[in-house]
């Protein structure tokens, strides 16, 4: 673990200092829904290099973030998983797919189809809006709802 002095003051860039790199972000997503193994995670996170991922395993280990359990077997067999204090960055990393979700949803090019309602030949508009809060979980709703014209013209 890093020692107190070596830290920066700033709380945000601590957290940034620990877990800051692109694939130490998602290594720690992928390691919060269970242990893996290595080959399981390289083959997961698409363009990491095999000295990278193993760099990153041993700074975030180094750190306290992950353990590395071995089971000294022949060929070798060894897991990753979060630590208890590694678990803590759960909730970041909740927070980041709520913003993740939200900006492609407002921000980013779509295909026309989100949020949109559709009528039924009985005049019914059908409404389905899906939610992504957080990265494990999606939320769908679909309504339908009664349309009525009325001619107010007086």
Sequence with gaps: MKQKKDLPECPVATTVNLIGSKWKLLIIRNLASRPWRFNELRKSLDGISQKVLTSS??????DGLIYRKDFYTNPPKVEYGLTELGSELE????QMAKFGNFYKQKYSQSDGVRNSPSFSSSGRMNVTISETSGWREKKTLTAEVAISHSDERG
């Design 57 to 62: 395993l041993r700074e975030l280990e180094k």
């Design 91 to 94: 909730i970041l990393l909740d």
